[in-house]
């Protein structure tokens, strides 16, 4: 490709609106162009990349025994309702209807109608294990769409379904997709921590994540380096500062005037964080939920919402809170019971705690669960902080940011049962077909190794994914000894297999060529020049390369196939 002729435009200055380092380079390299708020048109540049992402993947799914097909985006929304999936999706699901007036919806994913499509395939036990995959356009109304193709509203995914009979078959699957993963993601550069993670509303049991450790992600990622424990903080689960259960005294009544926070409270008690209880106001699928938990903990809103098995959960509101009754500030369950209430296992590890008494400016010394309140359900509700422990091993846990380029689930019988999809066993019982999902954001695996593979020049394209194996700069391409000797070493590379773009322009200045060349960032730079054609050489540098090195013009095309070779 001649960039001459090439359909896009280099930056000299950062956008104002870029986030990230592959946001901004991206957009400051002309691989993407922004259409609308998180949807994006990918320019010819990234397109390549994306293709020799796309067949990374496959070769690895293929290799892992799975079957490719292809899936409707636009999908029944009488299939995500028989699923019970509309509600949990909510509003991040884009929804129309035809000219009919049946609701439709574009997919985020494709779980209920890959098993009905195994439904009408599969019948005995002998037609499993069965893993089937796509690459497809996905939606998603995300509320803050970010950072480039990091977070968008139209995305490309490589989504794959195992089908199993029995929990056996399905560790075997999920095994083998975990395996397959690591080696796209090494195979692209990008260095992953499998981590435990919250299935969400996939749903399922098992699921882990595979995340690219990076400041500028939007997931926290908890790590044990004494065990090798790995969890997004969503799932984590740590130990948390104990403390002696101590003699209950008696419940004791105190002025506490204007004390509205649990910092201002102590400061005026002269207690700490963890000698109280604090009370948190959620609504959950619009019902107000009381929640408890220890002063010096906070709650992990996916495990309270998991645990509460709503679609939609929230901080109340201020009028919410007063409908309920609540006294906020001065608030604790003692004598509540008409609100559902959740309490975190923290308010058993202590005693004699300050809470509220219910009525302005007072509060209550020495609370004791349960002599004192009770609660309907108590479970591990909170977040996993820094100074926690590591739940298997002791070990001080370490908390490093990452973004999120796959995710693997084990779904069990959920959607098989729903939507009536069984099999045939070996004694001729009907039983649900046991399932899997494992999603890779194609899209994003192209920004994640961007992030990854950059330097203060511009993008460091891994080899694998480089939408080119060499940048061929012509210098002083006016003269026609220059534009005929890069132009039959561009002819011979191709002719070779090596896939060159070539600045062929007679308009741009040399300073101009190489700042492009470092910005896009291909493995190797090829310079044709007059002073090197005098020599009959040609300048050759890989992008990382402190140094170039001069390589005879007839033996470039070999020199540069061994080092791509070796890259």
Known sequence: MRISRLVTRTLRDDPPEAETASHRLMLRAGLIQQVAAGIYAYLPLAWRSMQKIEQIVREEMDAAGSQELRMP???????????????????????????????????????????????????SYRDL????????????????????????????MKDAYSFDAGDEGLDVSYQAMAQAYRNVFRRCSIPVV???????????????EFLLPTDTGED???TCPSCGYAANAEKAAGVYPDQPVPDQLPLEEVSTPGMRTIASLCEFLSVEEIQTLKAVFYAADGEVVFVTIRGDLEVNEVKLKNALHCNELRLAEDAEVAAAGI??????????SNIRRVADESITNGGNFVVGANKPDTHYRNANYPRDFDADL?????????????????????????????????????????????????????????????????????AAAIEQNHDERGIVFPPPIAPYDVHLVGLNMSDEAVAGAATDLYDRLWAAGVEVLFDDRTDAAAGVKFNDADLIGLPVRLVVSPRNLRQSVVEMRGRTAEDAEMVALDDAVDTVRQLLSTA
């Open 378 to 446: 108590v479970i591990d509700i909170a977040l996993t902080e820094p100074g926690h422990r590591c739940a298997d091993c002791g070990g001080q846990l370490e908390f490093t940011r990452g973004v999120e380029v796959g995710h693997i689930f084990k779904l069990g019988t959920f959607f098989s049962e729903a939507l009536g999809a069984y099999y045939l066993d070996s004694d001729g019982e009907q039983q649900p077909i046991t399932m899997g999902c494992y999603g890779i954001g194609v899209s994003r695996i192209l």
């Open 327 to 336: 006294v906020a500030g001065s608030a604790s369950a003692i004598g509540i």
């Open 73 to 123: 985006a636009l999908q029944p929304m009488e299939l995500w309702e028989q699923s019970g999936r509309a509600a949990a999706f909510g509003d991040n699901m884009f929804s129309l209807e035809d000219r009919r007036g049946r609701p439709l919806a574009l997919a985020p994913t494709h779980e209920e109608v890959v098993t009905n499509i195994v439904k009408g395939n599969v019948q």
């Open 194 to 208: 499998m981590a435990e993670a919250d299935s969400g509303a996939i749903g399922g049991k098992d699921s882990h």
């Open 220 to 222: 926290t990622v908890i």
């Open 129 to 156: 294990p069965v893993i089937l995959y796509q690459m497809q356009t996905k939606f998603r109304d995300e509320p803050r769409p970010r950072a480039g193709l990091v977070r968008v509203r139209e995305f490309t």
